[in-house]
Structures are given as structure tokens and as C-alpha cells.
């Protein structure tokens, strides 16, 4: 269970309204549950409008003015959603992955943290960068030129954007324990997301 609880529209004042407007505007009726809250990370942003809007910009921003080929948005989100084992994240990508042509033997080789066997040359290159930069904050001198010469420095600025508010994603649902859909299994064990040195040892 989310550990903050789902508001719906009618609990919101004009500004809380505004962002579950724009937040249904641009990703569609489909986020809002059978119960009238909404899904995902987007119940949470209701709780601090001032962010959620201006969060909400950036994602259909990143996601559909890009002029990165969403092929590759998509497998970047993968790897972003593997790497903090966000759950939500996961399955909603991984179906948006497939459906924009990201292989499926991809996307498992990518949540069970091994490296792809990539035929398409950009989709290496972006997963690359996007492993580099997601694992270890940085991305060295050579990925960077690939990533440049594959998608231009507009299309790595997008990229690595996109990195950091799928981060912002992750975190958001991990922090505030965002449930699955029920019926849909997790990809990671229980507790996983849980460092074992989260004690300070």
C-alpha cells in the first residue's frame, strides 16, 4: 500500500487541480484508477503542486518533444528503472518499450543487470551512456562522443535529462511505496530496493 494516501480531484484546491489536469491532459484518463485516485508516481505530486507541475512539464516534455527516437527513450527508462528496482516504473516501461521496438530479450537481460546483445548500434550506444551515467554519475570521455555523434548534443542533453527525472521517478515511487497494479508480479525480490548497509555500517 502507497504510504500516502490516493487523493482524489475533488480533494484538491485550484492549484492541485491544475497539475491532476495536466497530468491527465498528457498521459491520458488511463492514469486515473477505478477508485478515482491516480497511479504511479502522479499521486504524490498532487501533494506538492508547486513540484508536480512543474515536474509533469519536464515528463511530457522528455517524453514527447524529444528529438531522441522514443526507441531509445524507452530502453534508456529501462535501465534507469532497473537500476533503482522501481517497480512501477518497470512494468509500465517495459510495455512502452516493446511497443516502440525495443527487443524483449533486451529489456530482460537489462532487469536482471546484465549488459544486452545489441544488433542496433544506437541502442548500444544509449544504453551505454545511460548504464555509465545512472551507475556511476559520469559517462567517460569515448561513450560520450558515441552518444554525440549517435544523437547529436541536443539529443544528449535530452538524454541525460531524461536520466535524471526518471531518477526523480524512481525515487518517488520507492520512497513513498507506489504499489503494482494488482495482479502484477514483481520483477525484483521483496526488499531489494533496501541497501543492505542502510544501517550506516
Same mark, same amino acid.
Given at each position: ?18 497539475? @491532476? $489536469? ?19 508516481? =502522479? ?16 515528463? &511530457?516534455?522528455?517524453? =514527447? ?18 537500476? @533503482? ?6 512494468? &509500465? ?5 516493446? +511497443?516502440?521496438?525495443?527487443? $524483449?530479450?533486451?529489456?530482460? &537481460? ?7 546483445? =545489441? ?13 555509465? /551515467? ?6 567517460? $570521455?569515448?561513450? =560520450?562522443?558515441?552518444?554525440? +555523434? ?7 542533453? +535530452?538524454?541525460?535529462? /531524461? ?10 515511487l520507492n520512497a513513498f511505496?507506489?504499489?503494482?497494479? +494488482? ?19
Amino acid at each position: 500500500m502507497s504510504r500516502l494516501p490516493y487523493l482524489q480531484r475533488t480533494d484538491l484546491d485550484d492549484a492541485g487541480r491544475a497539475v @491532476w $489536469d495536466a497530468l491527465v491532459s498528457t498521459r491520458g484518463g488511463n492514469i486515473v484508477t477505478q477508485a478515482g485516485g491516480l497511479v504511479g508516481p =502522479f499521486n504524490a505530486w498532487l501533494y506538492a503542486p508547486g513540484v508536480g507541475a512543474r515536474v509533469s512539464e519536464l515528463g &511530457a516534455a522528455l517524453r =514527447f518533444e524529444s528529438s531522441v527516437d522514443r526507441r531509445l527513450l524507452e530502453l534508456a527508462i529501462l535501465v534507469v528503472a532497473a537500476h @533503482w528496482k522501481a517497480e512501477f516504473e518497470w512494468w &509500465a516501461h517495459s510495455k512502452l518499450a516493446r +511497443e516502440h521496438g525495443v527487443d $524483449d530479450s533486451i529489456a530482460a &537481460a537489462i532487469g536482471r543487470g546484465e549488459t544486452p546483445s =545489441f544488433e542496433a548500434d544506437d541502442e548500444a550506444v544509449a544504453y551505454a551512456f545511460t548504464r555509465q /551515467l545512472v551507475v556511476g554519475g559520469g559517462v567517460d $570521455d569515448a561513450t =560520450f562522443a558515441r552518444a554525440v +555523434e549517435a544523437l547529436g548534443r541536443q539529443g544528449v542533453v +535530452e538524454l541525460v535529462s /531524461l536520466c535524471g527525472y526518471y531518477t526523480l521517478v524512481s525515487f518517488t515511487l520507492n520512497a513513498f511505496a507506489v504499489p503494482l497494479p +494488482e495482479g502484477v508480479a514483481q520483477a525484483w525480490p521483496e526488499g531489494a530496493r533496501i541497501s543492505s548497509t542502510s544501517s550506516g555500517s
